[in-house]
């Protein structure tokens, strides 16, 4: 079977691995927190010392890194990773990066033989531990069957949105809708309930009508309303605010880069990079309802 490293296990990387070693796939993985290697060393992965010490035993590298610049010194950076894999090697990256960062990594895969897909994710860690993510795929067609039972593995829906950084834009696409419908969700709730409504009952009517959305259905800011959301738990779990104000950054400089107007993530973004200096980045960036409260 397809032998896997798998860098970067963070509150994503860690359950997307442990998914692929339920599958039976082979897998090598290398963090820097040596914690989450000696969890998955404990079901059956082999440990890496290094990035490149993992994928000298793959055919496969999936890679799950923080931002744009942890990707490309990964792979481009002084002993990057492309000068070190074999021709043929297939690279899944799944990271949430710029989509011109992105290109810039398929363009120097491809002058090394090595075939990249960039194939962020959405669905959050419950998604990661459940195995229903959905991968949003950039890159060649054929390369992303090959790679479609891995994903599958991982994921439930797998979408081929493009070409090289297509992904990437799909992603900061979503994320933007995400946290527009956040903030107004929790805007809403906050004015409803100042004015004498139940939490619960006001969720139900706007879940049931013309406001209804995914927070809504899945992720109501407020706490109490559903007791396995973030919200009821303190706002801790979940999709960071910190990974929600980067990911509405990559918005705005796509957008800039095209010279489109998204007015509504530019004030997205400027609410959470003020839980950002509130001290909230850590925390599911359902707390911005503390922000209407």
Excluded at 264 to 274: K, V, W
Aim: aromatic residues 4%.
């Amino acid at each position: 079977m397809t032998h896997i490293a798998f860098i970067g296990l963070g509150n994503m990387g860690l359950p997307m691995a442990r998914n692929l070693l339920k599958a039976g796939y082979p897998l090598s993985v290398f963090d820097l927190q040596r914690s989450a290697v000696d969890t998955l060393v404990g079901e059956g992965a082999l440990a890496a010392d290094s990035a490149t010490d993992a994928a000298s035993r793959a055919q496969v590298v999936i890679s799950m890194l923080p931002a744009s610049r942890h990707v490309t010194d990964l792979y481009l950076g002084e002993n990057g990773l492309l000068e070190r894999l074999k021709t043929g090697t297939r690279v899944i990256e799944c990271s949430t990066i710029a989509p011109e960062a992105a290109r810039k990594v398929h363009t120097a895969a491809r002058e090394r033989g090595i075939v990249l897909l960039d194939a962020p994710v959405s669905g959050g860690t419950s998604g990661a531990a459940a195995a229903t993510l959905t991968f949003m795929v950039g890159g060649d067609t054929e390369a992303l069957e090959k790679a479609r039972p891995i994903l599958a593995a991982m994921g439930r829906n797998i979408f081929h949105a493009g070409p090289a950084g297509a992904g990437q834009v799909a992603k900061v696409c979503n994320n933007q809708v995400l946290a527009v419908q956040m903030i107004a969700t929790a805007e809403a709730m906050a004015l409803g309930v100042a004015n004498g409504l139940e939490p619960i009952v006001l969720a139900e009517i706007m879940r049931q009508s013309s406001g209804g959305n995914w927070t809504l259905e899945k992720y109501n800011p407020w706490p109490g309303v559903m007791e396995h959301a973030p919200a009821s738990n303190d706002y801790s779990g979940g999709f960071m605010v910190e990974l929600m104000a980067k990911d509405l950054g990559l918005a705005q400089e796509t957008a800039n880069h095209n010279g489109n107007s998204a007015p509504m993530g530019a004030l997205a973004l400027q609410l959470y990079r003020l839980l950002l200096k509130q001290g909230k980045g850590k925390q599911d960036f359902s707390v911005v309802q503390q922000l209407f409260i």
